[in-house]
């Protein structure tokens, strides 16, 4: 792990493939083939204890996205539920999280009731301008909530 001089804090590859018992090069080459991966990736020289060595490190931020792909078959059992455990969490944020977007009801797709509501996402992705707002929109409630709990504390 590594943290760059603007604060962000980036995780070393071969750390994050020993998590799934997955080789270094092999997360490297599935790193590259994903946009959003790639443009999280940067190599840096640390002090390894035994010398320094540049290794590639990837943003903490993109370390979900990196999970999501992740497929631990030859983890450990143990290892390999925690795994699963964990994309199945992240994979039901990413809902809640483009529900909100899309401005679809909460929760599961069995709440929506109407399937015209579904419309709803081809007009977010086609209008820009929409989706700009709504995601300003949320930004600003979640700048507010962040604020309330400020106060509270």
Known sequence: MTRVDDGRIYL???DMGAIIDSLPNTQMRRIRRNDELRSGLVRAAI???FGVREQYFLLLDRFPVWLLGA?????????????????????????AAFARVTQL???SSSAIED???LDQIDRMVSSPELFEAQVRELAERQRQLEASQSRAR
């Not at 450990?76 to 992240?90: D, F, M, N, Q």
């Open 71 to 95: 497929t631990p078959r030859t983890v450990k059992p143990h290892i390999r539920e925690r795994v699963a455990h964990l994309k199945s969490y992240l994979s039901a944020e990413v809902y």
């Open 105 to 107: 009801p909460p929760g």
């Open 115 to 117: 399937l015209r509501d």
């Open 12 to 14: 070393a590859v071969n």
């Open 47 to 49: 002090n390894t204890g």
